[in-house]
């Protein structure tokens, strides 16, 4: 057998693992989980050289394609892998520690949490990894449904008056948001906190819409079946093509999932809720691991589905919708993430707008901007993920994940605050980091492709000026002393850091100060060097430029295609 | 690794270092910065006359290229020199109940301002704008609230610059095929035939970038905040240096596409475009100088006379000949040290009283003469007049004016000139002159440290205006290589200079003679003073009140000091106009409209079940659309 | 040599300036029935000024008044009188506009630290004011740029030597007029003396000025007459010949001024500038641009 199998295997152990040995202690499950990705890691980086030389399928029992189910191991795939568990480890290592004073058993650190954290890390390589519709569809399927549960146990901080006034509280859970809505906030944790509206609101919506999402993908897999008799990705690729309107739909109706879970616009109506809902680890796998490996998914049938394939005939206009979603989702996502009140939701609907680019740079013809968006999507992910495990780590702190409420944590946690803010700045683009680099490629594409695009770019340049004001404001308001006034003499302000020896709170765990500097660190490294990315990232943008030579040939044994 | 190199390089290590190893010791990250800043000093020593000199940073994906141009050069050795006197200053500022802890910040904000200044190719060009922008955000904002409302203001502007200076980037890529500085603007301008629509959009977007970085038109008001409420010594960097960036950015970038190849309008001799520009920068002075003239808080008057200057060399430079820009260049230098002076002096002012409202201070020329005269030789070079440096600059500006016969644009110069004169008395006497308050009865003089950065200062300012050869020397020497691009030949292409004559259209000026004249002058009426009877020293309340005696209405100081709403009767002509006319509220407008549109978009779209119905139909409409084609 | 002809330059100026104060003392009183000192009595008032005692506040107070005179004894000696400068200046007009504010900042400066608010008051009247009467006074120079391509006044003289016809008052009278305008305002005179305004604040910036301060305020005026009067001459009055015929075409404007101060009363500060704005403004910006398309 091949030993390949270990990538989506470890991850399947843990899940079924847990549950068995973890019953008295959580802490043996995380730390279980966090060993296996850091090995599933270690493993994933030993495959590249050998990958990297010359990329190639894994065909699973045996069963050639397009019957059986092949994997195919190449620099995108494997890249792609890299970056997930690299993420899923991080995280998991931020749930081995306590982000704060609060011991409230948040879903995502219970033994069940790891459990299906495991099993959503499973659909995420999966989906990139797999060279099948029906299988891609399957592990989006897993992940959506771990997503849910995950969404659903989490137990987060009182973050406004709807979750507040929904919620059948106890007087005790009352108190304690009182306590968390105010300025220096230093909430007695409760002893078991009730289910929260939030949570449950949030991740039945993402179930509403991932459900829905997948009946259409069911349905335009049927419609393919139907017409071509195939079901692997790779046979579309040099396949007569389909009618026009029947391939536009069933195109369409294809990428339904991924454009879900990429939050790309009507489909992102969940994004608020469940990540406000969601526990913080699980809040960074779901932007990093879960919009990742959809957007590569994504990236992958965009590259199928371009010209000389069974949907010859639609890339234009297909081109032209995604185009339009794109630039919607991008000036949705910064106009809402504007006023938004909780720092989650920010980062979610940053996310959001974030994607529309990725999109944006997807849709163009001839994967022109193939290797930048690529890079943008790494940049993202690590700079997502990096802002939302201090976001946790700053909710923990401050009682609430309101922003306003987090001013002044700056002062006394300045590393953490100071990653924070390389993390906004990357996202906004912003030279030294690593965003600057990805946003720069996509916009040049955009502008050398003229026509339409050029509003492409105009929106994607809007949402950078929405984008840069509120995140400043974030990153500033964690700075700020929380009584200031302009009258008041510095001394007083700086009490807390200068010459006063101790600071007020406990220091920054080693759980959350050891992945933030890994993430900020490869902000920095990539912003400063980005040809260390570009290593890896150019052969993956080649693979999508002509999927025939570089992806089809290689799966497919030769003949076999029809 | 040559000198252009190593200080691009080593400032922002350095500056990084420091904030994360010395956050604590203040002392010592004010020295790193004078040292840095001397260095730079150093560095534009090294760097002069060595114009074949260039570096590039190769980041694999791009490489960053620098190169030592005289015109860069020449605002890198004028910022640099005015840095160093600042960074004087900042080390005796910032003790312990002052400090600002943002020397690590402007470390790296110089070496992006290096970067912008030498930048070789568009990518490092912009790789610097943009390293600039945020590190001054944080700067201006240090930590305070009311602090950030201003820098978020002023940054706001500045992305919506980027935004434009990104556009115009790609659009010169995909036009020229280089991203060489000087190659795509030659390619550039040699496209005026062809397309010159495309080389006006371009134009229009560099504009509006550079326009909005140095507060000019429709940007003007970001410095009344941004400027005041920054840190005190550094608001002397932002008015001397920073607002300067929009400008430099301007002769660099825009000017070299209306050279000798331009084949459009003329107006007057000069390219359409450039003279709709000369009348925003004449509008934007007047504008500047009425909005300074009300303003009781004394860094917001000064970051609108700041404005109003940079509206003087707009139009100066709107000109287009090579004149034209040595007198803005002139203009900027004498900007540069009279404005810091003020500046300078404003902050020692405020790191002794606390204050910055007028009409809570009075009198402090009595208890810091130092101060009180950098002041007074700052605001004299600022109203352009002789002997001190702002006059020849000014004279320039108008002489370039007339070199195109362009009068009407220096009825604006004139009046927003002329006007100047009222803000910057109200300033003097607000803060150095008529009562002294009790409060400051026992304020001391402004450190050591501080007098000696503004004792320099006023040498500067006084030595240029004596000798005005000794900036605009080296000017006429930068701008000798700049024949080929603005136009050889005709009108303004020379510029006539000695150490102490400036020569222009309409006469010349020995400003060495006035200045003596001057003297010669002020030491007869010293012997006429000397030979008129003993004169005695009286209290200060000891006025004339009609024979009465103000301490038996009890009177106090503070309100026998005239400086609440100094200009009333003007005031009262000109708010009927600046009230209809209010860019600040339209800009409040839009940025209240779109905050309401952000909260209405966010709750549509956590809105259940509306919602998901909504999502679904306006999909559908779309699959509809897209497969009814 | 040159600093004696100075020095010379500069005590013309004070002489002449005396006179004429004199002469327009006569001329106010027989306007109101008088019979008015005698011409020389400037000159006495003067000299009993600098034999007086005197108080002072500050330094900067003497250092203010010293400034003050010395600005416009310097924008004198740039001043051509039929020709005759003390040293090659050109009478650089620019100058000359912007060196005479610089001896209103200095007594400003000096009044200011009197301490009395009278004092300021009366100095942000003036300087209001000046914003009214400078831009006109701007635009008349713009003007005669136009015309001649030349901003210096011994230039502007010549080019109008050639007899009644080629003066600029015949030739461009919407200018003469607008500089007769700023002219009154530039002296002070009424209807434009509302920062002196000895009924409302106690003469404004003289209310703490005496003996030498008074002297030397006094003298300022004069000069400032001598100097502003001089400019008009040689931008619109075709300069003269000779010396005396100088000195009578300005004792000519001076007259006319002193008449108009005789009979009008005064304007509030903001109608003061409103007025010279539309008034002397809108004619020089209309002779301006007359110019502009003639010449």
């Known amino acids: 057998m091949h030993h390949e199998i270990l990538l989506l295997a470890l991850p399947i152990a843990v899940s079924f693992l847990v549950p068995l040995l973890a019953r008295r202690s959580a802490a043996v499950a995380r730390w279980i989980a966090f060993l296996a990705y850091l090995a599933a890691l270690a493993y994933t980086l030993a495959l590249f050289p050998s990958v990297m030389a010359s990329a190639r399928a894994v065909i699973v029992a045996g069963w050639l394609p397009p019957l059986g189910i092949a994997l195919f191991l190449s620099p995108l795939s494997l890249g792609a892998v890299a970056l997930v568990y690299l993420i899923a480890a991080l995280t998991a290592l931020y749930n081995l520690s306590s982000p704060g004073e609060n011991k409230r058993p948040e879903g995502g650190r219970s033994a069940r949490g790891v459990a299906l954290q495991a099993l959503f890390v499973l659909g995420g390589v999966g989906m990139v990894l797999t060279a099948d519709l029906f299988n891609a569809f399957v592990f989006l399927e897993i992940a959506g449904i771990s997503a849910f549960a995950l969404v659903a146990s989490g137990r987060p901080l009182q973050s406004g008056r709807a979750a507040a006034a929904n919620v059948p509280v106890t007087s005790v859970e009352k108190k304690s948001a009182a306590a968390a809505d105010s300025k220096t906030a230093s909430a007695e944790p409760p002893a078991e906190a009730a289910p929260s509206a939030v949570s449950t609101s949030g991740s039945l919506r993402y179930l509403v819409a991932a459900q829905t999402a997948s009946l259409f993908m069911l349905l335009g897999i049927g419609l393919l079946y139907s017409a071509t008799g195939l079901l692997t990705l790779p046979s579309l690729v040099s396949h007569p093509a389909l009618k026009s309107s029947f391939g536009l739909l069933t195109a ?43 957007a590569v998914l994504l990236l992958r049938m965009l590259s199928v589905m371009g010209s000389g394939s069974a949907f010859a005939g639609t890339a234009g206009e297909l081109r032209g919708v995604l185009l339009l979603l794109g630039s919607l989702t991008v000036l949705v996502g910064e106009t809402a993430a504007f006023r938004e009140a909780d720092l989650k939701k920010v980062l979610a609907w940053s996310s959001a707008g974030q994607m529309g680019v990725v999109l944006v740079g997807a849709a163009l013809p001839a994967g ?95 949402g950078t000026v929405a984008e840069g004001v509120y995140f400043l404001r974030i990153a500033h308001s964690l700075f700020e002393a929380p009584e200031a006034e302009s009258g008041t003499p510095e001394a007083e302000r700086e009490a807390p850091t200068v010459g006063s020896g101790k600071p007020a709170r406990a220091p920054v765990p080693a759980g959350v100060l050891l992945p933030a500097l890994i993430l900020a660190a490869a902000v920095l490294l990539l912003g400063l060097r980005p040809s260390l990315a570009m290593r890896v990232i150019a052969p993956a943008a080649r693979e999508l430029v002509s999927p025939d030579e570089q992806y089809a040939q290689k799966i497919l044994p030769s003949g076999a295609s029809r | 690794m040559n000198a252009l190199l190593l200080p691009l390089l080593a400032l922002p290590a350095i500056g990084i270092v420091s904030l994360l190893l010395f956050r604590r010791a203040r002392v010592l990250q004010w020295l790193l910065f004078l040292l840095a800043a001397g260095a730079l000093v150093a560095t534009a020593a090294l760097l002069y006359g060595r114009w074949e ?86 700067i201006i904002a240090h930590g305070r609230e009311s602090s950030f409302r201003a820098s978020i203001y002023y940054y706001t502007l500045s992305l919506i610059g980027t935004a434009a200076l990104l556009a115009a980037l790609f659009t010169v890529w995909r036009l020229t095929g280089t991203l060489d500085l000087d190659g795509s603007l030659a390619a550039l301008a040699a496209l005026w035939t062809a397309q010159p629509g495309a080389v006006t959009l371009v134009a229009l977007l560099l504009a509006v970038s550079f326009l909005a970085k140095s507060a000019l038109g429709p940007f003007f008001m970001w410095p009344a905040l941004a400027h005041a409420e920054a840190p005190d010594d550094f608001s002397a960097y932002l008015s001397g240096v920073m607002i300067k960036y929009g400008l430099f950015a301007l002769v660099r970038l825009v ?23 000369g009348w925003i920068g004449g509008l934007t002075a007047v504008w500047g100088t009425l909005l300074a003239v009300r303003e009781n808080d004394m860094k917001r008057m000064m970051a609108y006379s700041t404005v109003s200057n940079m509206g003087y060399i707009l139009v100066a430079l709107s000109v287009n000949t090579v004149f034209g820009v040595a007198a803005a260049l002139f203009h900027i230098f ?60 000014k004279w320039m500006v108008i002489q370039s004016l007339f070199s195109r016969r362009m009068l009407l644009l220096a009825v604006p110069v004139l009046f927003a000139s002329t006007a100047s004169f009222m803000y910057l008395y109200r300033g003097l006497h607000g803060i150095y002159l008529g009562q002294l308050s009790p409060r400051f009865r026992d304020v001391r003089p402004a450190p050591p440290l501080q007098m000696l950065a503004m004792l320099l200062l006023m040498l500067a300012v006084y030595a240029v205006g004596t000798f005005p050869g000794l900036a605009l020397l080296p000017i006429r ?104 006319l209010s860019l600040e509220r339209a800009y409040e407008s839009l940025a209240r409209s779109f905050r309401r549109l952000s909260g209405s978009v966010a709750r549509a779209l956590s809105g259940g079940g509306a919602g998901v119905a909504v999502a679904l139909l306006a999909l559908a409409v779309i699959l509809i659309v897209g497969v009814a084609r | 040599m040159s600093v004696l002809k100075s020095i010379l330059a500069g005590f013309a100026a004070m002489a002449v300036g005396l006179f004429f104060m004199g002469v327009g003392r006569q001329i106010s009183a027989r306007l109101q029935r008088r019979v008015g000192p005698p011409l020389w009595q400037p000159y006495v008032d003067v000299i009993k000024c600098f034999a007086r005692k005197s108080t002072s506040h500050h330094f900067i107070m003497d250092l203010g008044s010293m400034m003050g ?58 300087l209001t004011l000046m914003v009214g009467y400078e831009v006109p006074f701007a635009i008349l120079l713009l003007s005669i740029v136009a015309a001649f391509n030349t901003s210096l006044l011994s230039v502007m003289a010549q080019v109008q030597s050639g007899g009644l016809g080629t003066w600029n008052a015949v030739r461009m009278p919407l200018g003469f007029i607008a500089a007769l305008i700023a002219m ?4 002070a005179e009424k209807p434009f003396d509302a920062m002196i305004a000895p009924a409302e604040i106690a003469s404004g910036p003289m209310v703490e000025l005496g003996g030498k301060f008074l002297g030397m305020a006094f003298l300022q005026h004069a000069v400032s007459i001598y100097v502003v009067t001089g400019l008009v001459v040689n931008m619109f009055l075709g300069g003269a010949a000779s010396v005396p015929v100088f000195f009578l075409k300005q004792l000519v404007l001076f007259s006319l001024t002193m008449g108009v101060n005789g009979i009008f009363a005064r304007f509030r500060i903001e109608q003061a500038t409103a007025f010279l704005w539309l008034s002397a403004g809108s004619l020089a910006l209309v002779q301006l641009v007359l110019n502009l398309i003639l010449y």
Do not use: C
Request: aromatic share 14%; charged share 10%.
């Open chain 1, 252 to 294: 369409l109706l294809l990428l339904f999932p991924v454009l879900l879970e990429t939050k790309i616009v009507p489909l992102n109506f969940w994004v608020g809720r469940a990540y406000a809902g969601a526990p913080a680890g699980f809040a960074a796998s779901l932007s990093g691991i879960g919009a990742t490996a959809a």
């Open chain 1, 368 to 462: 022109e901007a193939a290797a930048w968006v690529l890079f943008f999507l790494a940049s993202h992910a690590v700079a997502k993920a990096l802002l939302f495990l201090l976001a946790g780590f700053f909710a923990a702190r401050a009682g609430t994940n309101r922003w306003k409420a987090m001013k002044g944590l700056g002062r006394l946690h300045p590393l953490a605050a100071g990653m924070f803010t390389v993390g906004a700045l990357s996202l906004m683009g912003l030279p030294l980091f690593a965003g600057f680099w990805g946003k720069l490629g996509v916009l040049r594409a955009v502008f050398s492709s003229g026509g339409p695009a050029v509003l492409a770019a105009a929106a994607i340049l809007l």
């Open chain 2, 53 to 138: 000199l260039s570096a590039g940073l190769s980041l694999g994906v791009a490489t960053l290229g620098f190169r030592n141009t005289p015109l860069g050069w020449l605002f890198f050795a004028f910022s640099s020199g005015l840095t160093l006197f600042i960074a004087l200053f900042s080390l005796s500022y910032n003790d312990r109940r002052h400090s600002s802890g943002v020397a690590p910040l402007w470390m790296i904000l110089l070496a992006a301002t290096m970067g912008i200044f030498f930048a070789g190719d568009w990518i490092a060009f912009l790789v610097a704008w943009e390293i600039m922008g945020w590190t001054s955000f944080f």
């Open chain 2, 255 to 277: 000017l070299p596409l209306f050279g000798p190849a331009y084949a459009g309008a003329t107006v007057q001799g000069t390219p359409v475009f450039l003279y709709i520009l």
């Open chain 2, 334 to 393: 004498n900007h540069m040290i009279f404005k810091g002076t003020i500046f300078l002096s404003l902050a020692a002012v405020k790191y002794r009283t606390g204050e910055r409202q007028l009409h809570r201070l009075g009198g402090l020329a009595y208890r810091m003469p130092v101060t009180f005269f950098a002041f007074l030789i700052g605001i004299i070079a600022a109203a352009g007049i002789p002997p001190m440096s702002g006059f020849a600059s």
């Open chain 2, 477 to 580: 020497d930068a701008l000798a290589g700049l024949q080929e691009v603005i136009g050889a030949g005709g009108v303004g292409s020379q510029i006539p200079v000695t150490l102490g004559t400036i020569m222009g259209v309409s006469s010349r000026i020995n400003l060495t003679t006035v200045s003596f004249v001057f003297l010669g002058s002020f030491i007869g009426v010293l012997v006429l003073y000397l030979l008129g009877k003993r004169r005695s020293r009286v209290e200060w309340l000891d006025t004339y009140t009609a024979g009465e005696d103000p301490a038996e209405w009890n009177m106090t100081p503070e309100q026998y000091h005239y400086a609440y709403r100094f200009y009333e009767p003007f005031e009262k002509m000109i708010n009927p106009l600046l009230e209809r």
């Open chain 3, 69 to 126: 005179l010395a600005g416009l004894v310097a924008a004198a000696t740039l001043l051509p009188v039929a020709g005759w400068l003390p040293f090659p200046s050109g009478g650089p007009l620019i100058v000359i506009l912007y060196l005479m504010p610089i001896g209103y900042l200095g007594m400003a400066m000096g009044v200011s630290a009197s301490g009395n608010p009278l004092a300021a008051i009366g100095i942000g009247r003036a």
């Open chain 3, 184 to 187: 009154q305002a530039m002296l």
